[in-house]
């Protein structure tokens, strides 16, 4: 009985990471040649924590027709209020409420696929996924509530905070801009063709009304993000692997830099958060990415992200991060017979624009950044990441994490610093 009901409704309970001094993510103490400013890193030692359970419900309605809903409870702690860095070192912080768990609904949207042929191929169940047969070429319509994340910029390899790497830069590349609230998710559709070896992905997206909070603009059709994917999938020395390439373009109440930049150096204000005092229109912000993804062997996978925005405006939803690149490898546990295990090994490399530069260097404060030093050095921001993830019993993961972040929000004055976390992830 309880495996057709599980079945039937496709049910997954997902509870990932419960993260505490004793067992979460600690930064160490790193010098400082100046105290930090509002939006610095903290240079004391300090620890961090999220803890996220998610239900995921699935439905059947008709052919081809499928309703899913995803609730969900957060709480955590970032470091520094999830200032003073470009990589934001554990993706689920966005997601975190304070110290009290809060519960909302993160994802309720429809998927319609439509077949066109081409042989039948197996879909196995997953979260947000049923079993069962679609055609090899097909139409996919997803249209509701959900994240731009769940369509656009996959990856085998590096995709999941929960259980892959830890740090945002490999979950998308960190220049991807992608509209959302706060959490990352916002309304709208997406359609997918699958045709053979290729895939075409289309879709636009609700924003902030505000950048980087939580309220969602609804004016769909006024301020949205929209994007654009083309995927080729091959086989290289017989094994499989896919490129990727993605557009977005997001048009949004967000400040130019040039304008805030020109703000400080006219009234010298004593808040230097000048991006909020030339909020005056809309903007158009946008980039350009590839994504690869490639099996060397069946338990070797490599994946390299890279990505560029124009870096002319202030950061509508992601981080601020306006060239970046993430690569790296992933080995299953089979040589040394822990199958379910998994190692990572990865490399985050994070620019910003000559605007944003300007604007930092000046002083300024943006949602994330600002050391507030006449000072500021500007250097590019590197992180390296590796994890060991081990199937403790049955889907019960524990995953030791180390991270090594140089000149964190791109100030070589600051850093480097040394980050070590400890993951719980039970999924049935």
Do not use: C
């Not at 070192?89 to 768990?101: D, H, Q, V, W």
């Not at 490999?170 to 070896?197: K, M, S, T, V």
């Not at 060397?296 to 002319?312: C, N, P, T």
Request: charged share 20%.
């Amino acid at each position: 009985m309880r495996s057709s009901l599980k079945k039937l409704l496709n049910t997954k309970i997902q509870l990932f990471g419960f993260r505490a001094p004793t067992s979460g993510k600690e930064k160490a103490a790193f010098d400082a040649p100046y105290a930090d400013g509002r939006n610095s890193l903290s240079s004391g030692l300090a620890r961090s924590y999220t803890a996220t359970e998610t239900g995921y419900w699935g439905f059947r309605l008709w052919r081809g027709g499928e309703l899913y809903f995803n609730p969900e409870i957060t709480q955590g702690v970032p470091f520094s209020g999830l200032a003073g860095a470009g990589a934001f070192t554990n993706g689920e912080l966005t997601r975190s409420a304070g110290t009290k768990p809060h519960l909302y609904r993160q994802r309720f949207f429809l998927r319609q696929t439509f077949g066109l042929g081409g042989g039948e191929q197996k879909v196995e169940a997953d979260l947000n996924q049923m079993a069962g047969t679609v055609d090899k070429n097909r139409v996919v319509l997803t249209l509701g509530n959900f994240s731009t994340l769940d369509v656009f910029d996959d990856n085998a390899y590096a995709k999941d905070s929960r259980t892959q790497f830890m740090n945002a830069g490999f979950i998308a590349p960190l220049a991807y801009d992608y509209a959302a609230d706060a959490r990352g998710f916002g309304y709208g559709f997406a359609l997918e063709w699958y045709q053979d070896d290729w895939a075409y992905r289309i879709g636009r997206m609700t924003g902030p009304q505000t950048p980087n909070m939580l309220p969602t603009d609804y004016r769909i059709f006024k301020h949205y993000g929209d994007q654009l994917e083309i995927e080729h999938r091959h086989t290289l020395f017989d094994q499989p692997g896919k490129i990727r390439v993605l557009a977005w373009r997001n048009k949004a109440n967000i400040a130019s830099f040039q304008d805030a930049l020109a703000y400080i150096n006219t009234y010298h204000p004593t808040d230097m958060q000048a991006i909020f005092a030339v909020r005056t229109g809309e903007k158009i912000k946008y980039g350009l990415g590839v994504n690869i993804e490639q099996a060397i062997s069946e338990d070797l996978g490599f994946f390299l992200r890279a990505m560029k925005a124009d870096g002319k405006t202030e950061t509508l939803a992601f981080t601020e991060t306006d060239a970046s690149l993430g690569t790296g490898l992933s080995w299953k546990g089979n040589a040394w017979n822990r199958p379910k295990d998994t190692l990572g090994v990865g490399y985050i490399y994070n620019t910003i624009s000559k605007e944003r530069r300007s604007y930092l260097e000046a002083g300024g404060i943006s949602f994330f950044l600002g050391d507030e030093h006449p000072n500021f050095k500007y250097s590019p921001e590197q992180v390296f990441e590796t994890y060991y993830s081990m199937n403790v019993w049955k889907e019960l993961y524990a995953t030791l994490d180390y991270q090594h972040m140089t000149n964190p929000g791109y100030n070589a004055d600051r850093g480097p610093v040394d980050f070590a976390a400890m993951r719980l992830h039970v999924e049935f």
